[in-house]
C-alpha cells in the first residue's frame, strides 16, 4: 500500500507570495492533519480534515488555510507569505473509524523557503 | 492533553537496548500514551501506544507504571537506524480528532 505523498517535496517563494501544498492520503484513510516544523518551535498542528470538513484547527493566523476533496486529498494553502513561514509542513492521514488504533501516518513533507 | 516531560538527549551503545523515559504526571483517565519518532529530514513514525497494559510490537517495548503518571519506551536491540529524536504524546483518541501535541522529545543517538 503506498504511504502518504506530499508534493512538491520542496519549494521555493518570496515574501507575499501565496503557495499551495498538496496532500495525498493512504488509500482508505479519511482524515489528514497538516502539521508546521520549525527549529524554533517544533511540530506544531495547523488542522484537521475528515469527510471534507475542518474538524479541529490550531493557532495558526488566516493566512493558513485548507481543504478536503471528497477523495480525501487535501491541500493547504498560505497567502502572503512571510519569511517566518519558512517550514517543513507535514501531511498525517488515518483511517479514523476506530478511536483507539487511528494511529497517524506522515508523509515526507514539503520544504517551504520564503526569500 | 496532558502535558509530558522527557530527557532532551540519550546516547545508546548499538546492540544494547535503549530506555527511553516519559513522565506524564497529569495523565487523565482516558487517555492513551501513544509514541512517535522523526528521523532526520522523515515525517514522524508512529512506534506504539497503551493505556495502561504493558504493549509489545516488532518495534519497541512500553512500560507504563501502575499510577499511569510515568512510561518507558524500550527498544531491545538498538540499530544505528533508531538514531532519531523521540516523542511521547499522551491523548484521548478520538474519532475524527486527530491533533497530536509534540513536545521537544528526545534526541537518542545510537553510537557503534
Known amino acids: 500500500k503506498a504511504g502518504v505523498t506530499q508534493t512538491p517535496r520542496y519549494l521555493i517563494k518570496t515574501r507575499g507570495q501565496q503557495v499551495t501544498l498538496s496532500c495525498s492520503p493512504i488509500?482508505?484513510?479519511?482524515?489528514v492533519s497538516w502539521y508546521q516544523q520549525t527549529p524554533g518551535q517544533g511540530l506544531q498542528f495547523l488542522f484537521e480534515?475528515?469527510?471534507?470538513?475542518?474538524?479541529n484547527k490550531g493557532n495558526f493566523p488566516g493566512r493558513f488555510s485548507g481543504r478536503q476533496f471528497s477523495n480525501s486529498r487535501s491541500e493547504m494553502n498560505v497567502s502572503t507569505l512571510e519569511l517566518g513561514d519558512s517550514a517543513l509542513y507535514l501531511c498525517?492521514?488515518?483511517?479514523?473509524?476506530?478511536?483507539?488504533?487511528?494511529?497517524?501516518?506522515f508523509g515526507p513533507g514539503t520544504r517551504l523557503t520564503v526569500l | 492533553d496532558a502535558k509530558t516531560t522527557q530527557p532532551p538527549s540519550m546516547d545508546c551503545a548499538e546492540g544494547r537496548a535503549a530506555n527511553l523515559p516519559c513522565n506524564h504526571s497529569?495523565?487523565?483517565?482516558?487517555?492513551?500514551v501513544y509514541w512517535y519518532r522523526q528521523i532526520h529530514s522523515q515525517g514522524p513514525q508512529y512506534i506504539i501506544h497503551?493505556?495502561?497494559n504493558n504493549e509489545t510490537n516488532e518495534m519497541a517495548s512500553l512500560i507504563i507504571t501502575e499510577d499511569r503518571k510515568s512510561s518507558t519506551l524500550i527498544l531491545p536491540h538498538a540499530t544505528l537506524r533508531d538514531t532519531a529524536v523521540y516523542y511521547c504524546?499522551?491523548?484521548?483518541?478520538?474519532?475524527?480528532?486527530?491533533?497530536?501535541?509534540f513536545g521537544q522529545g528526545t534526541r537518542l543517538t545510537i553510537n557503534p
Open positions: 480534515y475528515f469527510s471534507e470538513t475542518q474538524r
Open positions: 497503551g493505556l495502561k
Open positions: 498525517a492521514s488515518s483511517f479514523a473509524t476506530s478511536g483507539i488504533y487511528n494511529e497517524q501516518f
Open positions: 488509500s482508505g484513510h479519511r482524515s
Open positions: 504524546i499522551v491523548r484521548v483518541p478520538i474519532q475524527g480528532a486527530q491533533k497530536l501535541v
Open positions: 497529569t495523565i487523565s483517565g482516558n487517555e492513551y
